[in-house]
């Protein structure tokens, strides 16, 4: 059972930076794809940022200019770096990846922005 494990979020002032990384229990090069996705209250789950295997990305509109996703598959780690964070930013960031059928889910990190 493959396992990903989030870290790096926290509590930022507008306009600053935050890394978070995803850790994968087994070689990220198994997956087509890992992605972050974020979850505001009330709101449903939608994608930040993916990365493919062969290390094509592809961003939300409201973040492209500000968040980088990279990966590193000597480490099977996938990192997000977000700068320039605005206060609807703010949400719980998801680490996804998968081989279609499967996708894996980690449980998540608390991004807050405040301005």
């Known amino acids: 059972q493959v396992q990903l494990v989030e870290s790096g979020g926290g509590l930022v002032q507008a306009g600053g930076s935050l890394r978070l990384s995803c850790a994968a229990s087994g070689n990220i090069l198994m997956f087509n794809a890992m992605g972050w996705y974020r979850q505001a209250p009330g709101t449903q789950r939608e994608l930040v940022a993916g990365?493919?295997?062969?290390?094509?990305?592809n961003y939300a509109n409201s973040v492209k200019g500000r968040f980088t996703i990279s990966k590193d598959n000597a480490k099977n780690t996938v990192t997000l770096q977000m700068n320039s964070l605005k206060p609807e930013d703010t949400a719980v960031y998801y680490c996804?990846?998968?081989?279609?059928?499967?996708?894996?889910w980690g449980r998540g990190t608390q991004v807050t922005v405040s301005s």
């Open positions: 996804k990846a998968g081989t279609s059928p499967n996708n894996y």
């Open positions: 990365i493919t295997r062969g290390d094509a990305t």
